[in-house]
Each structure stands twice: as structure tokens, then as C-alpha cells.
């Protein structure tokens, strides 16, 4: 299915997408972008639908062909203070104020989003799949908190964050028994399953 823009008669829509969400170490990623309505890329897809190679040609041509473009992380400390839900939601709203233009109307990939400044809002569950600035702000997010995971990974490599950006991996969740955690590990997430014990 092409990806085509969600709400034309807005010509200053902005897409928005969260990466990381998932993750037991590292911050969540969001990306707000307002593309231009006649805009179209035919490799352009949900970030998750593509390889990195494909990402990282796509980063440049978003940021150099949207119209406006932003990318927030909330880190580890503030995910265990509001919790996940809420800080992927503070992640896309922040990204979203970082905009040179303000939004006429915003789409947010998923089903949950909270109202930001009586700007019109649709939640669109795998928006990312569907819609072309949901895509851009998927790419954009995936793209700048891979590279935030591979530059920790150099302070902290046993975790091997390069490779697996923080994600449950049985080899991260096996570095995480042998080694225990880190500044950057989420303390309210299940790092490791019941049958262990860290002494946080």
C-alpha cells in the first residue's frame, strides 16, 4: 500500500512517532515532522519495515526536504519517574514544540497521545505503515537514538548496545546478570526474569 498524507486540507501537518519504547537501557526517542504536501519517496516505510541502510539514506533526504523536523529524548531517569506510556507521549510532545512552524494538525502513530496546545490530534495505530509523515518522524527517531545507543556503547561495551540498542536481547539480558546494571538502565523495567535478582 502507498503511504500518502493523512489529512490533506492541513497544510502544516505534522507526523509524530516514538522509538525505544521497548527498551531495558537507553532513552525513548521521538521525531515530529511536517513534510511538504506534494512530497514522496519510494522507499520511505515504517523505520521497523527497513534495513539500516535504508534508514540512514532516508534520514538526510527527511531533513533536508521537510518543511520542519524535531527529535527529543527523555531519559532513563524520568522513564522510571512518569513511567514508559508517559514519557514516549513527553518525548512526541517536546518534539513536536522543538518545530520551527507550529503544527495545524497532528498525527501520532498508536493509540495513545494526550492533548498539546488545543492543536487537533488523530491517533493512528501503525500509522507509521500508512501515513508518510508518520513514516519520516519513525525514520528519524529510529535513526538518532541508534546512533545515541552505539555512542554509549563504547563506555559500557559488554552490553553490546551497539548491536542491540537496549532491547531485551537474551545477550543483553545476559550481560546484565554477569555484569549488573548501569547509569543507563531503566530501573522500573523487569531487566531480568523473576527467577533473578539484581540489588538495585
Known sequence: MDLKTQ???FEFECGTDEAGR???AGPVTAAAVILPTVFSNAILNDSKQLSKKSRNTLRPIIESEA???AVEHVFETEIDSINILNAS??????????LKIKPK??????NKFKPYESIPHKTIIKGDSKYLNIAAASILAKTYRDAYMEKIHEEFPMYNWKKN?????????AAIKKYGITK??????RLLPEQYRLDL
Open 7 to 9: 489529512f490533506s486540507a
Open 22 to 24: 521497548g527498551c531495558l
Open 67 to 69: 518543511i520542519a523536523f
Open 89 to 98: 507521549i513527553k518525548a512526541m510532545q517536546n518534539s513536536i514544540s522543538k
Open 105 to 110: 494538525f497532528i498525527s501520532v502513530d498508536g
Open 165 to 173: 540498542k537496549g532491547y531485551p536481547t537474551k545477550e543483553h539480558r
Open 184 to 189: 543507563y538502565h531503566r530501573k522500573s523495567f
